[in-house]
């Protein structure tokens, strides 16, 4: 058992590092193509990713030293299709007339290889055939050619990082992996009939796609803070900056961004969101150059109050970041209180500006 939850084992801790390197894309694709990050959508994309990286995991591990590979007689592909079966029968003394041999037959490694075989790629049918839609057909050939890249890279040797091949090639894989993928569609269907589709999942997206959430404005502000950061500091490299100049250029950098595409900054294309009005009454032009000079003069600002603060009780920095922080609680607050109404922070309702998406909702 060991063998086989060593993999797995090791597969949670890369896929964590998957999950981190991958969200931030994954969110974003999310936003362009429909309008919302699900939950459900999230959870069995993240989950196939998981399933894609313990299955690659659990046929090259473990790793054996080069040098024991090196030693090891070369072994010879088994090309014969369904061997497993004589090989059942030859090492288990199984006879199907006989119920005293079925239980040591059952537990016999010679029963438990095919098995899994079959159970590998089980959950990859299932995936293609409840999330991405696919056909018997579809995930038959599929099932092979994912089969075919398990087999070939134990026969590269683990594309030519060992001198040979240190696990056997075997045309039984082949057939039992794809026998795995054709029992997972019907899973896939079975799973189907319980869990919203992937259309309803779309649909259902379409409809939130709309509401501009926390989360949403957030990754925006994320992406355009880092974009800042790296102008900020390439200018720095050169020139020494003081720290205030970054709440200047930020502030340009969100200005004029919005102002010239209309309310459009990099991180919200990217999300499809834009600042607007809130009423007739207010220009857009006007209400973001109002709506950035809020928020940046309150940063310049509050820069230059802590640059007043003694360095005795608390130092510049603790005090300027826990201004800072406090102001980002407040928001989360306002936003959270205002759960039925208009989600609006003070700056907007100050500046007459509120952030809408820009999503083209699909029929």
Known sequence: MEVYLYPIK??????????????????????????????????????????????????????????????????????????????FLKTTG??????????????????????????LTLPFGAFLTYYFRKNIVAVTISSFFLSLFFELTQLSGLYGIYPKAYRLFSVDDLILNTLGGMLGFFVGLFILSLLPSRDKMDKKSYKKSLKVGYIRRFLADIIDL?????????????????????????????????VLTKGRTIGKLLTNIKVGVAGEKMNLYLGTVLRYILIFGMLIGLYFASSKVQDTAVTKQIYYL???????????????????????????YLSGTKLVSTFKTKK
């Open 322 to 348: 826990g201004v800072v922080t406090a102001i980002y609680l407040v928001n989360l607050i306002n936003w959270m209180l205002g759960f039925f109404s208009e989600k609006r922070f003070w700056y907007e």
């Open 226 to 258: 880092v974009i800042t950061n790296i102008i900020y500091s390439v200018l720095n490299f050169r020139l020494d900056l003081p720290f205030h100049i970054y709440y200047i250029i930020a502030f340009l950098y969100f200005t004029l961004f919005a």
């Open 94 to 119: 199984f006879d199907i007339h006989d119920r005293s041999t079925y239980l040591n037959a059952f537990k016999s490694a010679a029963f438990f290889e095919p098995v899994f075989n079959v159970f």
């Open 10 to 87: 090791t597969a949670a801790l890369w896929f964590l590092l998957a999950a981190f390197l991958l969200s931030v894309p994954y969110m974003i694709y999310c936003y362009r193509k429909y309008g919302e990050v699900s939950i459900l959508r999230t959870f069995v994309v993240f989950a196939f990713i998981y399933y894609l990286i313990s299955a690659y995991f659990l046929v090259i591990l473990p790793l054996p030293s080069k040098e024991s590979v090196a030693a090891m007689a070369p072994l010879k592909p088994q090309l014969t299709p369904f061997a497993f079966i004589g090989d």
